[in-house]
């Protein structure tokens, strides 16, 4: 697969409100399928580390959960809430995976319970198992430095 050039991406840094700007490429593009029992964000971290990609973004997942176990920020701190299945549909999932322990990058995703009321958040890591199937698509993304891109 060639490479493309993936749009600029800008990030505000915490502590101030200068805008950086990350380029590079689309590197490898992978789609798997995790089996039942499997944690959503372990298999993707595990999937990123066994076809040597650092740094990758999701494009598409489908599937189920046993349950959803979702985190969210509230000025009180991170809250947690549990969505009962089984059987929880997963509507959208989305994020950049990363290996950083400074910057981690949690998933985040959009699920539907049993009844079809809709959920968002992150997903707890660990927490997330795969009911049947998940099918998802992975791509790498391979940062160029400055002095690379001139």
């Not at 999701?58 to 809430?81: C, F, M, W």
């Not at 290996?99 to 949690?106: K, Q």
């Not at 790498?140 to 001139?150: F, G, Q, R």
């Amino acid at each position: 697969m060639t490479n493309l050039v993936k749009p600029t991406t800008t990030t505000t840094t915490k502590n101030d409100n200068a805008i950086q700007i990350e380029r590079g490429t689309l590197g490898k593009l992978i789609m798997a399928r995790l089996k039942p029992n499997q944690d959503l964000t372990e298999s993707v971290e595990a999937l990123c580390r066994q076809h040597g990609m650092t740094t990758a973004i999701v494009r598409g997942a489908i599937g189920s959960l046993i349950d959803a176990h979702l985190q969210y920020k509230t000025p009180d701190g991170l809250n947690e809430l549990k969505v009962e299945g089984p059987g929880v549909e997963i509507l959208n999932v989305f994020g950049e995976i990363g290996f950083s322990a400074t910057n981690p990058n949690p998933l985040q995703g959009v699920v539907a319970d049993t009844a079809g009321k809709i959920f968002a958040g992150r997903f707890k890591r660990g927490a997330n198992l795969s009911f049947i199937t998940i099918e998802i698509t992975l791509q790498e993304w391979i940062s160029t430095t400055e002095s690379e891109a001139n």
